[in-house]
């Protein structure tokens, strides 16, 4: 029995330097604490921010692998997409850039004469 509170007190006791460190870290009750101290958590932050930097560019490789893999992917399906209904595809692209064409050529030629006038309209027959 005296050993499982021996033990218990051990616990509370590596519990309690636990928290203490996590506040530390955290930046908390950092006034008890000397030079040393001070230095020993500016390298433990310095390894951490290093090893969660680390990991970060870990994951942007695999993402930018991942993105690089889907474009190639893309790129055979239109490839596929473009061979399979070449004919097609081409009439229609033909078809609209004539309705473009001639839809901007009377754009072009319409000419309409503006005037701004303050008030009511004034009627004129014509």
């Known amino acids: ?18 928290e203490n460190s996590r506040r530390k870290l955290l930046g908390h009750n950092l006034g008890t604490c000397s030079m040393e101290e001070l230095q020993d958590i500016d390298k433990q932050l310095q390894r951490s921010l290093k090893n969660i930097r680390s990991r970060k560019d870990q994951l942007f490789k695999e993402d930018i692998q991942k993105l690089q893999t889907k474009e190639k992917f893309l790129l055979e ?9 070449g004919p097609k595809q081409r009439h229609v692209q033909d078809k609209e850039q004539e309705e473009i064409g001639s839809g901007s050529l009377s754009t072009q030629c319409s000419d309409v004469g503006t005037e701004l006038c303050i008030g009511p309209p004034k009627y004129s027959i014509v």
């Open 1 to 18: 029995m005296q050993h499982l509170k021996h033990e218990a007190a051990m616990m509370s006791r590596k519990i309690e330097l636990l």
């Open 77 to 85: 399906e239109n490839k596929r997409l473009r061979e399979k209904n």
